[in-house]
């Protein structure tokens, strides 16, 4: 069995750096105006910012399908047999079901993981699922290692923009006004308990009680100095500074990473969007 590792542009890495690591990786779409674009290929990260500063309605979607395709042809003509995959997960996109087929389609054996999340875990996933092959560990025990980093994963979002959400049909124009007006802030997050869908954690009054509200959840389920925490904005990097912070004074030997916001996140989160992602690496030694 020779293995071909594939992700895609919801890590928030361009595909010509994932090929500096071995990886394929396919783009997913921004579409704006009725024109769909590669994302990080055909429209650039500041482009998508400007689109969201001048309020430009945007949607996303699963890579192309010809684009899969033509990935796996490609990997297919260069000795592989397998190709394992780790995309952004099902519960926000069909990639992971595109790429099965286009698997099936062009005759390679197909291994998925569904990260529940997107981002900066979906990156560490393929690149811990490449390692472990190069060293020769079996399909097993890499799946093994994959979902234990899984369970200790989480995605939190605190929403700044309650508008772009009514723009974007995720919210009525009635419960966004209610919401302003009561000053409520809502905290959501997803990982393998909600089936990578985004669920509501919490709602409060305040952008501090949010950053308390999860702080207080993340320590609860054992987040301690041995976790990764990466902190992703979307164009609100001292909002981010501060809750970082607070972050590590709350946790000890905490290091928080601060990023921007992959684009086809910030996409559906709008402008001052905090998403704070953990995991913990060290739960299974090999």
């Not at 105006?33 to 996303?60: A, C, F, P, R």
């Not at 529940?116 to 811990?128: K, P």
């Not at 320590?219 to 809750?243: P, Q, S």
Request: charged share 25%; with cysteine; aromatic share 6%.
């Amino acid at each position: 069995m020779k293995i071909a590792f594939v992700t895609d542009t919801g890590t928030g890495i361009h595909p010509d750096e994932w090929r500096k690591e071995g990886i394929y990786c396919v783009p997913l779409q921004i579409e704006c105006d009725g024109v769909s674009y590669d994302e990080m290929v055909t429209i650039t990260y500041d482009q998508y910012m400007e689109n969201l500063h001048n309020k430009k309605m945007m949607k996303t979607s699963l890579p192309k399908l010809g684009h899969i395709e033509e990935c796996f042809r490609e990997i297919k003509e260069a000795g592989y047999d397998t190709v394992f995959c780790v995309p952004i997960c099902r519960g926000l996109s069909g990639a992971l079901d595109a790429m099965e087929m286009m698997a099936k389609q062009t005759g390679l054996e197909y291994i998925g993981v569904d990260c529940f999340v997107t981002a900066v875990v979906e990156a560490q996933l393929v690149r811990t699922a490449k390692r472990m092959y190069e060293q020769g560990k079996d399909i097993d025990t890499i799946l093994k290692r994959l979902n234990e980093i899984i369970d200790t994963s989480d995605t939190i979002l605190i929403f700044e923009d309650l508008q772009h959400m009514v723009r974007g049909g995720r919210l009525t124009p009635m419960a966004a006004a209610l919401a302003g007006f009561l000053r409520i802030k809502p905290v959501l997050h997803l990982n393998r308990t909600t089936k990578g869908r985004v669920d509501v954690m919490a709602k409060v009054r305040t952008t501090r009680k949010a950053q308390e509200t999860v702080i207080d959840v993340i320590k609860k389920a054992g987040a301690n100095k041995d976790y990764t925490y990466i902190l992703a904005h979307v164009d609100a990097l001292e909002n981010a500074k501060i809750y970082a912070r607070r972050i590590e004074e709350a946790i000890q030997g905490a290091h928080v990473q601060i990023i921007n916001l992959v684009s086809t996140v910030g996409v559906h989160t709008g402008l001052g969007c905090l998403a704070l992602q953990i995991f913990n690496e060290t739960v299974y030694n090999e």
